[in-house]
């Protein structure tokens, strides 16, 4: 078993998982309302056909799931305070690169640097407001 994370966006769901899937060198699975079945989408509330109803991104071994606010559940301006999308790169060069494509834009919260856990850390708001914390993976004890 292994938890994913699914991540609401208000519109730009589509932008944010082909910039995510461009960072990471993977193709993001993108379903739109308009390739549901009409019974299904008949049920729900008026939504462009081009909205994302479902989208994943392969990261390493894990999955990234997204969706645009079909129902408007979560507000106008609605982010992720509280809740991080947390990931260890194999090494410093790696955390860098993805450190500055994911964080250009963003707002920085911690800076990249070395803390005593692990060689480079940061947490950020990137552009689309998912909030990250990138690391170098530790070495074993």
Do not use: K
């Not at 910039?19 to 939504?47: H, K, L, W």
């Amino acid at each position: 078993m292994q938890p994913t994370a699914y991540i609401f966006f208000r519109t730009n769901c589509r932008d944010a998982m082909t910039f995510y899937g461009e960072v990471f060198g993977t193709a993001p699975e993108i379903m739109s309302v308009g390739d549901m079945p009409e019974d299904v989408r008949a049920a729900m509330p008026p939504v462009a056909d081009d909205a994302v109803m479902h989208a994943a991104v392969p990261i390493g071994t894990g999955w990234l799931y997204g969706s645009d606010d079909l129902f408007g559940e979560f507000g106008e301006g609605a982010g992720m305070a509280g809740c991080n999308v947390a990931i260890s790169m194999p090494d410093d060069a790696e955390t860098r690169r993805v450190y500055e494509a994911l964080s250009a834009g963003g707002e920085i919260r911690s800076p990249l640097e070395p803390v005593f856990w692990t060689s480079l850390y940061s947490a950020f708001t990137d552009r689309f407001g998912v909030r990250w914390m990138v690391m170098t993976e530790s070495p074993a004890p």
